[in-house]
């Protein structure tokens, strides 16, 4: 799992569970943004998964979750995560 | 290292059969996305939402929900979906097929379910082609595409699907591209809330048919063409919103109406000829 | 509905429905079987359930099964021409194992035919209609009377096993008027569905008992099931493998197979000294009967097999008979089909003779009399 988040810079982040990424480039090309890019690595399928590259610009707004058509990435903002899950958290 | 977080809305997919079989690019995956967020913000006791589908690439969905969901025969959900709500009336009964069970083998199902106004909503992804077995051309499939079965472009007629929901008595009848996930969500959180016969197009890519045979790029370019071609105009004639192929494409909410469902009607009808002798069936289901 | 009626066959067969307690009907006219479902029409408002014409035979066929998934029992009533578009959903309900009960009201065939005079050759047909490997279950009535009575044990049929059953009348069973006793309902033996004991998390759609057949449960309770028609696992999801598919098509035709003699329903007279057999069912065995009584009267020493269940086909207790039998004669409206499967279970120990008829009205009670003394000869 990806997660830009012990930076803290922009208002949100996202998480991807790189396993079931299929790289089909919904979330880089539709992200508001732009701060998502491809990785360089690949995952065991094959595909190259997104990754949060501009964090600071990252609002948590989760447009990429809801394009993602294989429900492998989701945005959140940090003011939702605090309370909710501490280890995410710096 | 950090925990895997996995997407919230993974708790209303079977995780056990995931990844699904879609394609890289597939916007069926983007649609149940919009459906399970609908489904979250809609209040309804999930436990009494059904899915019933056909069989193609989008029938797939029932098996990836984790709801009672149905995969039944190609072209019938309608009936299916039918049976299933009229027996126990307090189901919220959805079906979710593709564009050529529903409007080639279906198209007959469609018209009565619609004619009938019976209380299910209906999800049509239209990718414009049989997906599941090749990409052959189906009753959307634009003037002048490739398609297998159309090896030299496509000189058949294809369907205007709002136009035929609307003229068969649909009381909602929307489209909209997997490029407007916001509006196809709330679209679909409208029609779940609507009584009625509920019609619902989405526009999705078919990266790996459709769009390769056509030299179309990948679905992130469909995406863009959608973008760039969409024109929302809400309440537009549906006789005026037909498709072509790589043209301008008219999406919003064209259609929503009133209409007595098929049961309201037929307990009001039971009970002005029977009166009191009658039990109005649909009150047995009534909820709480 | 209790006491003594005088109505026809198609009459009897939607209150043995009603009986039996089926509460849901799709369906659509088509002669000489639209009598059964405008009765239902007309009896269910104040009895609570419901009906509908759909817009055709393969909606009606799916449409019961839906019903049945939102817990009710169901049945669809039809002829030759809307069985044959029907069979696919028959497959369906087979693999998903979804209890119906399909009447068919047999006439003339193929195709359109004659559509108001009566046939029985749509027997193979349920048989072996829909693709794939599957076993299905089928009632031969021949009086109005056993159209009510054998009704009843169609739908607890269809529950205990989880089968499309199929209720083979034809046009004079249905067109016949004749006394039907009705007892009271608390006389009648009404088999439940066969719902899970277990809750959300550990039951299994497709997990089989004992009796291969496993327990069912409806949409709606929280068990977010998953049913589909392609091939699947004890969970219900796909399975696309040959182990996958050895596993539940052996399970599916094991679910007949292995109880195939709890499964045998006929009605003997004078077997235990018979040279010579009618094996008959449905009507023909209305006229089946007066030609072996004439040929008794002749001396001969026959005997008379009904099939009450024509599938699956009781063919150990033919094998049996064939061991002290001279012949079986085998009359039937149609050009020779269940006496194929006599033959088979026979296979070769005694003489098989078909009395073939192409249907539009029942046999000469002379000519299944011929063939008797045919075969006693």
Redesign the interface.
Known sequence: MTCEAPLRKGRGTVFVQTKICKGCSYCIDFCPAHCLEFSRDFNSRGYHYPVLVRSEDCTGCDLCGLYCPDFAIFGAKFKDLEGQNQSVMP | MDPELESPLMPYLRQDRMPHIWCPGCGIGTTVNCFVRALMESGLNLDQVAVVSGIGCTGRVAGYLKLDSFHTTHGRPIPFATGLKLANPGLKVVVYSGDGDLFAIGGNHFVHGARRNMDIMVICVNNYTYGMTGGQAAPTTPLGAVQTTMPFGNFENPFNLPFLADACGAVYVARWTVYHVRQLARAMKEGLAKKGFVFIEALSPCPTLYSRRNRLGDGVDQLKYYKAKSIIKDGADTKEVGLSFQGEIIVGKFVDRERPTWLESMDKHYSSVFGEKYKPYGAAYAKA | MTGVHFIDGDQAACEGALAAGCR?V?GYPITPSTEVVERFASRI??I???F?Q???E???S???????????K?MTVTSGPGLSLMM??VG?AAITETPCVFVDVQRGGPSTGLPTLPAQSDMMQVKWGSHGDYEPIALSPNSPQECFDLMINAFNLAELYRVPVFFMMDEVVGHMTERVVIPEASAIEVAERRWTGKPPGEYRPYEANDDLVPDMV?????????????THDE?G??TMHPAGQKKLVERLVGKIRHHRERLVDVRMDGLDDAEVVLVSFGITSRVAGPAMEEARQRGGRVGHLRLVITWPFPSSLLRKLAKHVKAFVVPELNMGQMVLEVERAVAGKAQVISVPHPGGTVHEPEDILQKILEAAR
């Open positions: 849901f799709a408002p104040l609570g359930g419901l509908i759909m817009e055709d393969i909606a009606s799916i449409a019961i099964q839906g019903a049945v998934w939102a817990g009710k169901v696919e959903h369906f409806k949409a709606g309770d929280g068990y977010r099931i998953h049913v589909t028609g392609l969970r999801y796909p």
